[in-house]
């Protein structure tokens, strides 16, 4: 099997992020343990960390209601750490400011897992 190219790496995580918000990927309990390492978990913009369960309930409720805006993102770039281990790191857009985003993914024999996650506002 050939590994893929880090462009086509990058492509294919660049279009799941930001994470939690590209509903294709899925919205169910299911679809978000799926796409999470159990170990899974996040510093927010806030400084606060957040662990999987957590994020999982909560993302269970924000489904409820249509996003919000297309949330753009720009400035990608990819690092591989591992044999299966990236760090994608990109800006997010959001109407009211910027941030830094860092999330590191597994590649795993049933696809891309998210390990962890963090967003800095950009002063």
Request: charge should be negative; hydrophobic fraction near 40%; aromatic fraction near 12%.
């Amino acid at each position: 099997m050939t590994e893929p190219s880090i462009e086509a790496v990058l492509a294919e995580l660049a279009a799941r992020e930001p994470i939690f918000h590209r509903r294709e990927y899925g919205t169910s309990r299911e679809a978000l343990e799926a796409m999470t390492d159990e170990a899974f978990w996040e510093i927010g913009a806030s400084g606060r960390v957040y662990r999987r369960d957590f994020v999982i309930a909560n993302l269970l409720e924000r489904y409820r209601e249509p996003e919000p805006h297309d949330w753009p993102c720009r400035d990608f770039t990819v690092s591989r750490l591992a044999d299966d281990l990236y760090h994608l790191s990109y800006v997010l857009e959001e109407p009211d400011r910027l941030s830094r985003r860092s999330t590191f993914w597994r590649s795993t024999a049933t696809g891309w897992k998210i390990v962890f996650h963090q967003g800095t506002v950009i002063a």
